[in-house]
């Protein structure tokens, strides 16, 4: 089946990736995490306030973001549309890059999401004391890092470097949502930014195995001659009188 082979696929390339680059990969989460710990201070601003002077056009904007840009009605929305447009309009590329997409948003989900339930650091909307307190599964304490971010990020990141003509304004969005959940106070700066980064280095590594993929594709059809008109040889034209 072709959609099997081609996470197959991606997965296999993925993976020599990940090998080949493994050092660039870890100084880039490093990086990173040198960024959690210069933005931390800045996390109590984001300590709740009274809604005074909240913006009610901004924050319905931002509540859209928040529901568009989740893992169910955005990442998967976007990578069923772009392979079903592929299948109609029989671009495999397109195919490619949308399980791509959904690799690397379901990778960075997992990822961010093993640390959110195992940290259990608390949103900045719950008065509570800004600290680690360790493994739960109620989403008031599911704070960092951002899964919005992670999967809006992986999403994007795969779609700018396989086709960017359409992942660049996707990065836009991703950076939309990152917004969002900044504004409605459901995550902190730090959340944000450690979500975006996993969210991304999860789309550049699947995006650039697409990319693999599509030169593979292209090597093979240059290869495969195509078949010749067949032409009757002089030994066996046959002369009419």
Known sequence: MEVAQDFKDLLRQAGQ????HRWLLIGAFLFAVAGVVFLLPFDPLWAPKPDVGVNPTLRHLATELRFWGDYQTGSLLIAGLLW????IWRIRNWRVAALACLLAATFAGLEVNVVRFTAGRPRPSVKVPDRLHGPTLDTDYHSFPSAHSATS???AGALAVALP?????ALFGAVAVAWSRLYLKSHYPTDVWMGAWVGMLNG?????AARRLFCRQASLSMSTPANPA???SAGSTIQRR
Request: aromatic letters at 8%; glycine letters at 16%.
């Open 165 to 169: 003509p359409i992942g660049v304004p």
């Open 84 to 87: 079903l447009l592929g299948r």
């Open 17 to 20: 990736l990940v090998r080949q």
């Open 204 to 208: 550049i590594v699947f995006g650039s």
């Open 230 to 232: 067949r032409q009757p």
């Open 153 to 155: 990020f992986g999403t």
